[in-house]
């Protein structure tokens, strides 16, 4: 069974930092990609980064280019979003998800289907 889990969540001031975790729950042959997605209240759900489970290829939403980065670990099943620089508008439940088809690219973003239960990220002073 492919289960994913988010944390890393919490309370921070403008400028801070966080880093989000997803442990995925089987291993990086078994899926493809990890996409980190936000939902803030009364918006739909926005892509934020991803990342290749087969070349490590990485992609940013112009929101947070340039403040946040993504990463994993093969051998913990990890993939990890840095969020650096947090600005309020970053404020939303952060989401981790994979997909389950081949032969897409990480930000073919409508392909994602098994999805995390989600962890909340607030920046306020």
């Known amino acids: 069974q492919l289960q994913l889990v988010e944390s890393g969540g919490g309370l921070v001031q403008p400028g801070g930092s966080l880093r989000l975790s997803c442990v995925v729950h089987g291993s990086f042959s078994g899926y493809y990609h990890i996409g980190w997605f936000r939902q803030a209240p009364g918006k739909q759900r926005d892509e934020v980064s991803c990342?290749?489970?087969?070349?490590?290829?990485?992609y940013f939403d112009p929101s947070v280019k340039g403040r946040f980065t993504i990463s994993r670990d093969i051998a913990k099943n990890t993939v990890y979003l840095q969020m650096n620089s947090l600005k309020p508008e970053d404020t939303a439940v952060y989401y981790c998800a994979t997909m389950r088809k081949s032969g897409y690219v990480c930000y073919a973003f409508p392909e994602y289907d098994v999805w995390g239960q989600g962890t909340q990220v607030t920046v306020s002073s």
């Open positions: 990342i290749s489970t087969k070349d490590g290829d990485t």
